[in-house]
């Protein structure tokens, strides 16, 4: 059972701040008359949220989105998509959180932007579609939005719930309006099918998407379960200018090994990290992963979580990369 909390994060006159806010994401406000009741659908951040603000905890694979093959049947996990199909993306909403006791009616937005570990809002955001007027009931209801997947296969997804009463506070950076707003999702999922002896790769983003000019932060590898380091192996390809950053900050770090000009593997399972790259704000910056499992990987299952945090240690964002052995 959700737990109750009177407080009121923030008090709304319906029509005018969510013709503001829809307006300015692209979808067309309906006039609405103010509710009386006050109501707080949330998105998950993790499995323990129960829609809090600010959340605690991971915050960038909410298990409230899903990307999947159908439109009618939920996915165990995500499927991998291909640029040019159809796939649908599955939100579930909850109701109520602990700020309010209404019933629900609405507007889900999802967005998409390139995989990475950050992104600024709106700006580095690409609108894929919504739902209006959506009634939410008390419990969960699941929202299926089509998406025709553009050119490229990796991606990371963002759900907005926009209602009368229940509109979020944003600003630039993504990881703070996921962790400050619990109708906010953040979707950094990444299925990897893998074949024995056969690097997979898969391009990701760093960057910094904070208002300061210019932050300092790492790169930090962590595979919970059972390791993907050593039933096969992990590298990463900084690429010339990050691996000039990294340089130029010391070469520091802790879990990997250089194997290239500018490509590091990571060999330490439980923790590898890459220290003290420069950002400057909104900018993102292209490096490259490299999976390739060994024998002993084969029918094995793995995650491994790719995870950005700046020089207070403070979680940026990040991406969870899920490897099972491709289907024959």
């Given at each position: 059972m959700i737990s109750r909390n009177p407080r009121r994060r923030r008090t709304l006159l319906a029509s005018a701040v969510l013709a503001a806010a829809t307006l300015f994401a692209g979808v067309a406000p309906a006039v609405q008359a103010a509710p009386e009741a006050?109501?707080?659908v949330f998105i998950r951040d993790n499995t323990s949220d129960v829609g809090f603000e600010p959340s605690?905890?991971?915050l960038y694979s909410s298990p409230d989105i899903r990307v999947c093959f159908?439109?009618?049947v939920l996915c165990a996990t995500d499927d991998p998509i291909v640029q040019g199909s159809t796939a649908y993306i599955?939100?579930?909403l909850n109701n109520p959180g602990p700020y309010g006791?209404?019933?629900?009616k609405g507007t889900l937005q999802v967005y998409y932007t390139k995989q990475g570990t950050v992104a600024q809002w709106s700006s580095q955001w690409n609108y894929i579609g919504s739902a209006t007027n959506v009634s939410v009931p008390y419990g969960t209801k699941r929202v299926v939005i089509p998406w025709k997947v553009p050119i490229g296969s990796h991606f990371c997804l963002l759900a907005r719930w926009l209602s009368p009463t229940d509109l979020p506070t944003e600003?630039?950076?993504t990881s703070t309006n996921a962790r400050k707003n619990n109708n906010i999702g953040w979707h950094n999922v990444n299925a990897v099918p893998f074949k024995i002896k056969i690097p997979v790769l898969r391009p990701i983003v760093?960057?910094?998407d904070g208002p300061d000019p210019t932050a300092v932060g790492d790169i930090v590898f962590t595979q919970p379960g059972r390791p993907f380091t050593g039933p096969g192996r992990i590298t990463i390809d900084l690429g010339p200018d990050l691996a000039a950053r990294w340089r130029a900050g010391g070469a520091k770090g802790e879990g990997i090994e250089r194997v290239g000009e500018t490509e590091l593997a990571i060999v330490n399972p439980q923790q590898a990290r890459i220290s003290g790259l420069t950002f400057?704000?909104?900018e993102q910056v292209d490096a490259r992963l490299s999976f390739t499992a060994g024998d002993e990987a084969a029918g094995g299952q793995y995650t491994v979580h790719v995870t950005q945090v700046d020089q207070h240690g403070e979680e940026v964002g990040g991406v969870e990369y899920r490897l099972t052995e491709a289907r024959q």
């Amino acid at each position: 059972m959700i737990s109750r909390n009177p407080r009121r994060r923030r008090t709304l006159l319906a029509s005018a701040v969510l013709a503001a806010a829809t307006l300015f994401a692209g979808v067309a406000p309906a006039v609405q008359a103010a509710p009386e009741a006050r109501s707080d659908v949330f998105i998950r951040d993790n499995t323990s949220d129960v829609g809090f603000e600010p959340s605690t905890g991971s915050l960038y694979s909410s298990p409230d989105i899903r990307v999947c093959f159908s439109a009618t049947v939920l996915c165990a996990t995500d499927d991998p998509i291909v640029q040019g199909s159809t796939a649908y993306i599955h939100v579930t909403l909850n109701n109520p959180g602990p700020y309010g006791d209404g019933l629900e009616k609405g507007t889900l937005q999802v967005y998409y932007t390139k995989q990475g570990t950050v992104a600024q809002w709106s700006s580095q955001w690409n609108y894929i579609g919504s739902a209006t007027n959506v009634s939410v009931p008390y419990g969960t209801k699941r929202v299926v939005i089509p998406w025709k997947v553009p050119i490229g296969s990796h991606f990371c997804l963002l759900a907005r719930w926009l209602s009368p009463t229940d509109l979020p506070t944003e600003g630039l950076s993504t990881s703070t309006n996921a962790r400050k707003n619990n109708n906010i999702g953040w979707h950094n999922v990444n299925a990897v099918p893998f074949k024995i002896k056969i690097p997979v790769l898969r391009p990701i983003v760093f960057g910094w998407d904070g208002p300061d000019p210019t932050a300092v932060g790492d790169i930090v590898f962590t595979q919970p379960g059972r390791p993907f380091t050593g039933p096969g192996r992990i590298t990463i390809d900084l690429g010339p200018d990050l691996a000039a950053r990294w340089r130029a900050g010391g070469a520091k770090g802790e879990g990997i090994e250089r194997v290239g000009e500018t490509e590091l593997a990571i060999v330490n399972p439980q923790q590898a990290r890459i220290s003290g790259l420069t950002f400057k704000s909104g900018e993102q910056v292209d490096a490259r992963l490299s999976f390739t499992a060994g024998d002993e990987a084969a029918g094995g299952q793995y995650t491994v979580h790719v995870t950005q945090v700046d020089q207070h240690g403070e979680e940026v964002g990040g991406v969870e990369y899920r490897l099972t052995e491709a289907r024959q």
